[in-house]
């Protein structure tokens, strides 16, 4: 259940690189507002567990941590937006990931959303960058740990679970993902410094960037999101 009633907000996109918490951000304004949490990690595991055309092909591109090809990441995005839930608006953690990806992303609301908001009074996207420093990142991402029953991510460090090795919800023994491991993390990092930083130079040229302190404690974090929100939209401050 979300802790309030949905709201017709626009989209939400979350930057930042791996690590800088967009996935915990994107569930608290997922709660707050009552409009559904796209997650591209998520849905590209998706498609390569359930052994889909798409995700045969994006698996080994994941193994490795590389970037996944635009057009397979595109057409997953295309078929979840135009799901119902997210008429009223819909959050984005990990996409888009290169300027090809914003251009595209721009281009689909612009033919399928931007007018039926327009005529509802609901609100255009806002782009939020959550900035983390890269030691830090790398001390996070290093210490986590994935349940790979119902999805739970703890950290070592920061989030450690009860029981050591154990998820908390129905006691699984826990998992480092292909994709946390450090080798891979620093060939995420530097690919996000080369591929993935220029999205934000092209939201900022449109006026759609938003950066907040990513080094914060969660919940100021999520302060500063909410409160940038319902400046972009005032229709999300209501009730």
């Not at 984005?92 to 281009?107: E, K, N, S």
């Not at 890269?134 to 210490?143: I, P, V």
């Not at 759609?208 to 302060?223: C, H, I, K, Y």
Request: glycine share 10%; net charge neutral; hydrophobic share 35%.
């Amino acid at each position: 259940m979300a802790d309030e009633a949905v709201r017709s907000i626009g989209p939400v996109i979350l930057l930042g690189s791996p690590g800088a918490g967009k996935g915990t951000q994107a569930k608290r304004i997922t709660r707050r507002y009552g409009i559904p949490q796209i997650s591209t990690g998520d849905l590209l595991r998706d498609h390569v567990r359930r052994g889909t055309g798409l995700g045969l092909q994006a698996k080994g591109a994941m193994a490795r941590g590389e970037l996944v090809p635009d057009s397979l990441v595109c057409d997953m995005v295309l078929y979840r937006l135009r799901q119902p839930d997210c008429d009223a608006g819909f959050v984005l953690d990990g996409f888009p990931r290169t300027p090809a990806q914003a251009g595209w992303l721009d281009a689909f609301l612009d033919s399928e959303f931007f007018d039926k908001w327009h005529r509802n009074g609901k609100c255009l996207p806002i782009v939020v960058r959550i900035d983390v420093d890269y030691n830090q990142l790398l001390f996070r991402l290093t210490g986590r740990r994935t349940c790979p029953t119902c999805g739970r991510i703890y950290n070592v460090h920061l989030q450690p679970p009860r029981v050591d090795t154990l998820c908390d919800d129905d006691a699984t023994a826990l998992v480092i993902r292909d994709d946390d491991r450090e080798d891979v993390i620093r060939e995420r990092l530097a690919a996000y410094e080369t591929q993935t930083r220029p999205v934000a130079a092209y939201y900022e040229g449109k006026g759609r960037l938003f950066s907040v302190n990513g080094e914060l404690p969660a919940d100021q974090v999520t302060e500063q999101i909410f409160r940038e929100i319902e400046n972009h939209c005032p229709a999300a401050a209501g009730s």
